[in-house]
């Protein structure tokens, strides 16, 4: 049976809209409540009847959206104890669910990996979580031994986020093209393979 939604809910639901909208548009200091009160259609008393503040509110935004974010980027825990075989498909399928959750949330992405003031302790923190993936899978054998993961890292998390912003949030490419590119970029590079005799593959 579906969850019946209620009327608090909706409205609750409609200030989180509005806000998040108002924050990507505006910014944090400049978003006020008057405004995202005005865009959810209800009045400022209401506001205050789910959330003590502004930043109360944000808070709660950003901490929704991380928890997602860190279980997301955990992902390549998921490839170490994979055979061979199955890591290339586990890669394409971790990117997929993290090209989509960015896709579904266009203006807490612009927020979060653009416009907030800790972006570079987000940035650090990403980086550290698949650096820390990179040498388990190094380990397993999935991962070049001669890679530096710290490099590598930070390439990746900098890669995932011009490919969202270039492509993803205009709409041009989707969440399963996007994680074919990705895939394919860091399974195998940018040069073409050449056999013994120097030629190319064709």
């Given at each position: 049976?579906?969850?019946?939604?209620?009327?608090?809910?909706?409205?609750?639901?409609?200030?989180?809209?509005?806000?998040?909208?108002?924050?990507?548009?505006?910014?944090?200091?400049?978003?006020?409540?008057?405004?995202?009160?005005?865009?959810?259609?209800?009045?400022?008393?209401?506001?205050?009847?789910?959330?003590?503040?502004?930043?109360?509110?944000?808070?709660?935004?950003?901490?929704?959206?991380?928890?997602?974010?860190?279980?997301?980027?955990?992902?390549?825990?998921?490839?170490?104890?994979?055979?061979?075989?199955?890591?290339?498909?586990?890669?394409?399928?971790?990117?997929?669910?993290?090209?989509?959750?960015?896709?579904?949330?266009?203006e807490l992405t612009q927020?979060?990996?653009?416009?907030?003031?800790?972006g570079e302790e987000l940035?650090?923190?990403?980086a550290a979580m698949v650096?820390?993936?990179?040498?388990?899978?190094?380990?397993?054998?999935?991962?070049?031994?001669?890679?530096?993961?710290?490099?590598?890292?930070?390439?990746?998390?900098?890669?995932?986020?011009?490919?969202?912003?270039?492509?993803?949030?205009?709409?041009?490419?989707?969440?399963?093209?996007?994680?074919?590119?990705?895939?394919?970029?860091?399974?195998?590079?940018?040069?073409?393979?050449?056999?013994?005799?120097?030629?190319?593959?064709?």
């Amino acid at each position: 049976m579906a969850h019946k939604v209620s009327k608090g809910e909706q409205s609750r639901g409609r200030l989180l809209a509005a806000a998040v909208s108002e924050f990507a548009a505006k910014g944090f200091h400049r978003a006020r409540v008057s405004d995202i009160v005005k865009a959810a259609g209800l009045t400022q008393a209401s506001f205050y009847q789910y959330f003590e503040s502004k930043e109360g509110l944000y808070q709660q935004l950003m901490d929704e959206f991380f928890a997602k974010l860190w279980e997301l980027t955990d992902g390549g825990s998921k490839v170490t104890a994979l055979d061979e075989a199955d890591v290339y498909g586990q890669v394409r399928e971790n990117l997929v669910a993290l090209f989509r959750f960015f896709k579904e949330r266009p203006e807490l992405t612009q927020i979060v990996l653009y416009q907030a003031e800790a972006g570079e302790e987000l940035h650090c923190r990403l980086a550290a979580m698949v650096c820390a993936n990179l040498r388990k899978n190094q380990a397993a054998g999935h991962v070049r031994a001669d890679l530096l993961p710290e490099v590598a890292a930070e390439a990746m998390v900098a890669v995932c986020y011009r490919l969202t912003s270039r492509f993803l949030l205009t709409g041009e490419k989707t969440a399963e093209q996007l994680a074919d590119e990705a895939v394919s970029f860091l399974a195998h590079g940018i040069l073409a393979k050449k056999d013994k005799e120097g030629a190319k593959h064709e």
